[in-house]
């Protein structure tokens, strides 16, 4: 008896005198067995998520598929503009929207959803928020403080902002924490001493609009300027609240009570009082602000701004901080310093490079350090511990220089480059001394 030579990648079994049998290889991800010389039995690979199981020769028993994280999922993107992955988060277009038009493309996954319109109006009330404009841009407390309102008013209250100064933030970035409208004193100088212009700025105000309340910051000039301006107007003030509720507000009696009381015309809000991330948008128009009135200060002599020493500046008062981290070598300490000089910032370090000797220990910043709050922190050379990304947690603006584009600090900077800390010091250096010899000639 002669047997044919079976096809390549195929087995052939003769037992005992019968006909030979022939099992086929399987094809990718499949399992051929014969059992008792019978036929072959061929169990196809399970779909994805899936398992088959064949027990006794019966029929293939499916188990409930596993569930799987997409790694594609789609990003959000955050209130100060950062890329974030948020478990069980889905951007897609709204229900309704496909049901009007059935035949529209759906929406990108990764494209966000529009968020309502808190109101629409028509307005009948209005609140009042007040802020001195930072670099052209609104302070985290100061959002905090337009955000509360927003959360506050009714339907027929209008969220009005009032910003002393140049305000650049866009037309959705402010409407974005729920104002509709946008006062903006753009020719304000923020280096002359001015109060008493500022509180008849308010009072103009006040008069053109008749607000039910006034919030300002607990903080810096806001605060000042909250109780000149309640003192003068005779207008009831709360300061330092911590809470704030529909009919009602809390504020720190001692260090064990609080006060419950009911709201006051002017309130001053305490920082991390309320979420900048709103559920709605407000309408975010910009009107025309009445100019700030020509108000001599008697008895009173302005000299001016006169800018501190940096280095003399504790940490956590520094608006500019140039930190320091193993990837800066002994070497280029000098030149870091000299960095600093230029651009009148303050010196800080991570753990490491403190604990090689190169820094003072008042000078590490982290958890085990100092918590800093600058409105521009530039790290060079740091990768971004655990420990060190709490102590800049408060830090307006963060810019990573590091060669490893995966350092952790990456993840929290506004900006990341990818270079040389010494390389990058140089050309910053060397640019700054030719912009201010531009502007001097």
């Known amino acids: 008896m002669s047997t044919a030579r079976p096809p390549e990648g195929a087995h052939t079994v003769a037992e005992g005198e019968g006909t030979p049998v022939t099992a086929a290889r399987p094809t990718d991800g499949a399992h051929t067995v014969a059992e008792g010389g ?22 293939p028993v499916n188990t409930p598929p596993v569930p799987r994280i997409d790694p594609r999922r789609p990003a959000i993107t955050t209130a100060q503009g950062l890329r974030r992955i948020v478990p069980g988060h889905r951007a897609a277009a709204p229900l309704t929207a496909r ?15 529009a968020k309502p319109l808190r109101s629409a109006g028509p307005f009948n009330r ?36 009032a910003v002393l100064g140049p305000c650049r933030d866009g037309s959705d970035a402010v409407a974005a924490l729920g104002a509709d409208r946008l006062l903006a004193l753009d020719g304000f100088d923020a280096s002359r001493y001015q109060p008493g212009a500022c509180v008849q700025w308010l009072q103009a105000l006040h008069a053109a609009w008749s607000p039910a309340h006034w919030l300002f910051a607990d903080s810096g000039a806001d605060g000042e300027l909250g109780r000149r301006f309640a003192l003068q107007t005779g207008l009831g003030l709360a300061c330092g609240v911590v809470e704030l509720g529909a009919e009602s507000l809390r504020i720190r009696a001692s260090a064990s009570d609080d006060w419950l009381c009911p709201h006051a015309p002017v309130m001053l809000l305490a920082p ?20 700030l009135p ?74 085990t350090g100092k918590v800093v709050s600058a409105s521009a922190y530039l790290a060079l050379g740091i990768s971004g511990a655990v420990q060190h990304l709490q102590g800049i947690k408060d830090c307006r603006h963060v810019i990573a220089v590091n060669l490893d584009a995966s350092a952790p600090i990456t993840g929290r900077a506004h900006l990341s ?20 010899a531009k502007a001097g000639a």
């Open 38 to 59: 019978g036929a072959p039995v061929t169990a196809a690979r399970p779909t994805d998520g899936a398992h088959t199981v064949a027990e006794g020769g019966g029929a």
């Open 126 to 161: 209005s609140t009042l928020v007040v802020t001195h404009a930072e670099r052209g841009t609104l302070t985290d407390a100061a959002r905090q403080a337009l955000a509360a309102a927003a959360i506050l008013a009714s339907a027929e209250t209008q969220v009005v902002l």
């Open 272 to 291: 991390g009082l309320a979420s900048t991330r709103l559920p709605f948008v407000g309408q975010g128009l910009r009107a025309a602000a009445p100019a």
């Open 294 to 367: 020509a108000l001599p200060e008697p008895g009173i002599e302005d000299l001016g701004v006169q800018p501190g020493d940096p280095q003399s500046l504790a940490l956590e008062e520094a608006d500019l901080i140039l930190a320091a981290g193993h990837g800066v070598r002994h070497g280029d300490l000098p030149l870091l310093h000299a960095l600093a000089q230029e651009i009148g910032a303050s010196v800080g370090a991570s753990r490491v490079a403190v604990d090689a000797g190169h820094f003072a220990r008042h000078q590490q910043i982290g958890a």
């Open 417 to 436: 480059v990818i270079e040389d800390s010494a390389a990058l010091m140089q050309a910053l250096i060397e640019l700054v001394r030719k912009e201010r």
């Open 99 to 113: 049901q009007a038009d059935p035949g529209a493309p759906p929406a990108s996954p990764a494209s966000p959803v």
